[in-house]
């Protein structure tokens, strides 16, 4: 079937250092994508969002880039910071569907 | 505003036993949500519901009934826990449809011996 994954389980970057998470979709009818950042313990919480009719979508520190042609989304985080340690969810919403795919996740740790 | 809450944060039942897990929420949004989240797997949908009185199945139903008797309020219930309901669930909420952030609540931790 049709599923959202993502490329690396783990990641590990220096403080201070930019992040990519990757997250590849294979259904070319979603058109909704959203990011969520988990911390231990926690719920997870929006990060970012991004259309299908966009390329590239920035927030504070994060950037979002959708590939259509090669289903591919990815999460950058600039300056990456102790307290970015978390689980990254990409989640891909369908257009017929009133619910997300989400991804795995993957872990991402900021060494010192 | 407290946002999502779920009550209550953790439960040990036995395998037959029932009980239902309660979301609040106070942002006056329509929509809700139940996820189940187990180890090294993403979130998967429940229920969700689009409005007071509404639900509708998600991805995972079997086993889980809901109601939505109240705008802030979302219950799960398990009729008789089975050990493959073990997971943390989360509730959210949105405040138009799924176009748009949810809000989580901090989930519960359900073990089923």
């Known amino acids: 079937g049709e599923s959202v994954g993502l490329h690396l389980p783990t990641l590990s970057v220096q403080e201070g250092d930019n992040s990519i998470i990757n997250c590849a979709y294979s259904n070319s009818a979603s058109d909704y994508f959203i990011w969520y950042k988990q911390e231990s313990g926690k719920g997870p919480q929006f990060i970012i969002d991004?259309?299908?009719?966009?390329d590239k979508r920035q927030g504070q520190r994060v950037t979002v880039l959708l590939n259509k042609t090669v289903k591919h989304l990815s999460l950058q985080i600039a300056a990456t910071q102790p307290g970015d340690s978390a689980v990254y969810f990409c989640a891909e919403m369908m257009n017929y569907g009133q619910n997300f795919v989400f991804g795995p996740g993957t872990r991402l740790s900021v060494l010192p | 505003n407290a946002g999502v809450t779920q009550t209550p944060k953790f439960r040990v039942l036995k395998t037959g036993q029932s009980m239902t897990l309660l979301c609040a929420q106070d942002m006056n949004h329509e929509y809700m949500y139940w996820y189940r989240q187990d180890p090294g797997m993403g979130l998967r949908l429940i229920h969700y519901?689009?409005?007071?009185?509404?639900?509708a199945k998600g991805e995972v139903p079997d086993g889980y009934n809901v109601s939505r008797l109240k705008k802030q309020n979302f219950l799960l219930g398990l009729e008789s826990a089975a050990p493959s309901q073990t997971s943390v669930y989360f509730c959210?909420?949105?405040?138009?449809?799924?176009?748009?952030?949810?809000?989580f609540g901090p989930g519960t931790r359900l073990t089923v011996l």
């Open positions: 991004i259309r299908s009719n966009m």
């Open positions: 519901s689009v409005g007071e009185g509404t639900t």
């Open positions: 959210a909420s949105s405040y138009f449809g799924p176009y748009n952030e949810q809000f």
